[in-house]
């Protein structure tokens, strides 16, 4: 399943960007219904950064949702990149057990705009579980959405704090 998300901020495009992939502040940064991430891995070579990170759902999952995984617990694997020159990057997630039923990505841009910075999401969602996939997608998305907005609210204040 498609979805979209754009984002403002009042801060350089190269700051908007630092922040997204500065393993200090994403561990620290508290999502609605996940565990704070762990950092596995974190990458930079020039302008070129990126995160590798483990969160876990802690929230309430939907029956149908519970049946799809099972007992255990619900965690995925993501990772960001970004091209802090160009603004350029995106984010890949997967289940942790399963990654061939669960997994999605995205691509994005930062760019300065007349306020400050804005960034330009994209992405996809995929639940490969026939009968139900699609119905799990649409339920999952708008939980998506709301942690990229939560997530741009702290990028934002964060770069008022430090500005």
Do not use: C, K, N
Not at 7 to 27: C, E, K
Not at 134 to 145: D, K, N, Q, S
Request: proline share 4%.
């Amino acid at each position: 399943m498609r979805f979209e998300a754009e984002h403002h901020f009042h801060g350089s495009a190269r700051d908007v960007g630092s922040l997204l992939v500065d393993p200090t502040f994403v561990a620290g940064l508290a999502l609605e219904d996940l565990s704070l991430p762990e950092v596995l891995e974190r990458r930079a070579d020039g302008d070129e950064a990126g995160l590798r990170l483990r969160y876990e759902f802690v929230g309430t999952i939907d029956p149908i949702a519970r049946r799809l995984i099972g007992p255990g617990r619900l965690a995925w694997i993501q990772e960001v990149h970004i091209d802090l020159a160009d603004g350029r990057g995106g984010l890949r997630f997967a289940a942790e057990r399963d990654p061939g039923r669960l997994h999605g990505s995205a691509s994005f841009t930062i760019t300065a705009s007349e306020e400050g910075t804005v960034r330009h999401l994209d992405g996809d969602l995929v639940v490969a579980v026939p009968g139900v996939g699609r119905m799990a997608e649409r339920r999952i998305v708008p939980g998506i959405l709301r942690r990229l907005d939560i997530e741009a609210r702290a990028v934002d204040d964060e770069l008022g704090r430090v500005g």
